[in-house]
């Protein structure tokens, strides 16, 4: 029987090739401290270009609706598996359906206003969220033996509604932008936008790593690039909170980089989840309960999503400097 537990061959030659990259860009981003050109001085500053915020805003718009569409079909195979038996269950499919909707409509809108509808729709998902993670730790509370690991691997998932009040969050946040004054910064809760909505990605990449931490520990890692979703992303919710956080100049070539690689992690982990499911007894041809049992198939784009947010950050940290 072939060894799944310990890499081997092509599988031990690429996690190490990803390793000495993890290194080698972790390394680049903690001491990179070049400073971008000499400051501009008041008479040369630059004035806040409203197309730049526009772009960021329907950026973000993207980024909620790749995570509403990823919640929309994950919650759509779990609860029916769950046969609906509470009927709040169809809640969180209809919120992220609205919520995909009104992203995509976001996306499009060149716009530089706020729209009542997408705000109500946002506010809204966001609160199903926050609920919803409520009534999922409720779940599992009450199983027998609480929050175990029997029952966090089985139960109701923690991470599910919590990535659905992340898209509305990011909406919203999208909306804020949306809503800047001409002549002005975006400014979100008195903050600089590109430094808020960069901690909201990388707290939520964080968030989805452990989510995913917990459900590859349930499957033994028994596949090596099970690795992947937990040693990528939290790379670069390191490198996207430095940049969130640290001096306006910095440079952020490492962390555009890495939140590429994240954002294709994310798409990739669909077709790595695809080739679990046909790897089960029946293949594809049992797709009806293999998609039911086997690994996830729409969660993985949970990653390509908020990768997309950090995108945007940087996007705004870039086009309006608070330096």
Do not use: C
Not at 4 to 13: H, I, L, V
Not at 112 to 131: E, M
Not at 260 to 273: C, D, E, V, W, Y
């Amino acid at each position: 029987m072939a060894n799944t537990t310990s890499p081997s061959g092509t599988a031990r030659t690429t996690l190490t090739l990803l390793g000495s990259l993890t290194g080698a860009a972790l390394i680049a981003a903690l001491q990179s401290h070049a400073r971008l050109p000499a400051a501009r001085s008041p008479a040369k500053a630059l004035v806040p270009d409203p197309v730049a915020a526009n772009r960021a805003a329907r950026r973000l718009n993207r980024a909620a609706g790749t995570l509403a569409a990823s919640v929309l079909f994950d919650s759509a195979v779990e609860h029916y598996r769950g046969q609906f038996q509470n009927r709040a269950m169809y809640t969180p499919l209809l919120t992220a359906a609205m919520a995909l909707g009104v992203s995509a409509h976001g996306t499009m809108d060149r716009r530089q206003t706020p729209h009542v509808v997408r705000d109500t729709v946002y506010a809204l998902t966001g609160i199903v969220g926050l609920v919803g993670t409520g009534f999922h730790l409720f779940d599992v509370r009450r199983k027998a033996g609480g929050f175990s690991w029997q029952n966090l691997f089985y139960g109701a998932p923690l991470g599910a509604p919590m990535a659905i009040g992340l898209s509305g969050l990011l909406g919203y946040l999208s909306e804020r932008v949306r809503e800047t004054p001409p002549g002005q910064a975006p400014m979100i809760w008195g903050l600089p936008a590109g430094r808020v909505v960069g901690v909201v990605s990388g707290l939520g990449i964080t968030g989805t790593v452990g989510e995913a931490a917990l459900l590859h520990f349930r499957g033994g890692f028994h596949d090596p690039f099970m690795y992947l979703p937990v040693t990528m992303p939290p790379v670069a919710a390191l490198v996207l909170g430095r940049s969130a956080l640290g001096p306006a100049g910095i440079t952020r070539r490492v962390t555009r980089w890495w939140l590429r690689a994240t954002a294709i992690l994310g798409l990739s982990g669909t077709a790595f989840h695809a080739i679990g499911v046909g790897r089960d007894m029946g293949g594809w041809r049992n797709w009806q309960q293999n998609i039911l049992n086997g690994p996830p198939i729409p969660a993985p784009p949970a990653f390509t999503g908020l990768a997309l947010a950090g995108l945007a950050a940087l996007g705004l940290l870039e086009d309006h400097p608070d330096d």
